[in-house]
T-cell receptor, first 112, second 113 residues
Framework: GEDVEQSLFLSVREGDSSVINCTYT??????LYWYKQEPGAGLQLLTY???NMDMKQDQRLTVLLNKKDKHLSLRIADTQTGDSAIYFCAESWGTGFQKLVFGTGTRLLVSP | EADIYQTPRYLVIGTGKKITLECSQTMGHDKMYWYQQDPGMELHLIHYSYGVNSTEKGDLSSESTVSRIRTEHFPLTLESARPSHTSQYLC????????????FGQGTRLTVV
């Protein structure tokens, strides 16, 4: 079955790097995503990685995928107070249909 | 910026009332989705649609129903609201083939008292 796990909380200081981790059980997923949810808002796609890639970098964001261990991580460099939010990893299968299975969400708190 | 809208943003309603949560998108997307978000943050798919006149139940069982009469509109209805329906409901849409992103509305926070 599908099961996606994340740690619930992460607290960092402004300027530090943040690393949010995610483990999943279904290795047949096609894409893995990181979504951000700010208070009172919907979800915003931050980045995604195709399942046959190991790493993807997009400005301050670095996604690492270890398929053997079924582990996905999101690194945010130079974390800012505006990065405080809930971060969800998610997986999907195939393209064109975004039936997403979400992780439990990690609440990131960035202190000045 | 995503053009997907949900109304109302917040709703407090009494037990037994019938409610409809609205979701509209102006992007011409065929596929639309409803997710339920627990107070503890987890999101679960409760309904989805491939296109007009297509509706399917998602992974999490829900007493709500949906309809898809028009491409742009995907309302969710609860015939008789109960406190256990208190949750945040998020609507999303995606393009057809090759889509790698779902666009989310801002959500409706429903409280049933």
């Amino acid at each position: 079955g599908e099961d996606v796990e994340q740690s619930l909380f992460l607290s960092v200081r402004e300027g530090d790097s943040s690393v949010i981790n995610c483990t999943y059980t279904d290795s047949s997923s096609t894409y893995l995503y990181w979504y951000k949810q700010e208070p009172g808002a919907g979800l915003q796609l931050l980045t995604y990685i195709f399942s046959n890639m190991d790493m993807k970098q997009d400005q301050r964001l670095t996604v690492l995928l270890n398929k053997k261990d079924k582990h996905l991580s999101l690194r945010i460099a130079d974390t800012q107070t505006g990065d405080s939010a809930i971060y969800f990893c998610a997986e999907s299968w195939g393209t064109g249909f975004q039936k997403l299975v979400f992780g439990t969400g990690t609440r990131l708190l960035v202190s000045p | 910026e995503a053009d997907i809208y949900q109304t109302p943003r917040y709703l407090v309603i009494g037990t037994g009332k019938k409610i409809t949560l609205e979701c509209s998108q102006t992007m011409g997307h065929d596929k639309m989705y409803w997710y339920q978000q627990d107070p503890g943050m987890e999101l679960h798919l409760i309904h989805y649609s491939y296109g007009v006149n297509s509706t399917e139940k998602g992974d999490l069982s829900s007493e709500s129903t949906v309809s898809r009469i028009r491409t742009e509109h995907f309302p969710l209805t609860l015939e008789s609201a109960r406190p256990s329906h208190t949750s945040q409901y998020l609507c999303a849409s995606s393009e057809g083939q090759g889509a790698t992103e779902a666009f989310f509305g801002q959500g409706t926070r429903l409280t049933v008292v």
